[in-house]
């Protein structure tokens, strides 16, 4: 059911390779169509005064990929307001009629987008 969900850019990364030391990963940015809704627990400043990381969750019905670091790949990340969200997990869930994913996903600080 797509009644809340839009499209959104996602960046798939493909096998990494090693350059003058440095692991380098190419990608792709592929527009799918999900519900993304914060998560306003996460984006709250803690007891210390911290700020927390800010957290997302989605819903959609495109697999979805977490870092795997036997393999190497890298998570998928998804572009959401100004900034670059990790997935973190990722999730299908059957026992519904309208099967679908549930993933969650972490703020990118800035300058690590890459």
């Known amino acids: ?3 809340w969900r839009k499209n959104y850019t996602l960046r798939r ?4 390779t090693i350059v003058n030391g440095y692991p380098v990963a190419s990608y792709e940015e592929l527009t799918v169509l999900l519900d993304v809704q914060p998560d306003m627990n996460a984006a709250t400043i803690d007891t210390d005064g911290k700020r927390r990381v800010q957290r997302l969750t989605s819903y ?3 697999a979805l990929f977490t870092e795997n670091v ?4 890298r998570a998928d990340r998804l572009f959401f307001g100004d900034s670059w969200y990790e997935c973190d997990s990722s999730m299908m869930y059957e026992h519904t009629p309208i099967a679908h994913y549930t993933c969650t996903w972490i703020r990118i600080p800035e300058g690590v987008v890459k």
């Open 13 to 16: 990364f493909s096998g990494q």
């Open 70 to 73: 036997e393999t190497g790949q």
């Open 1 to 3: 059911m797509n009644i």
């Open 60 to 62: 959609g019905d495109a």
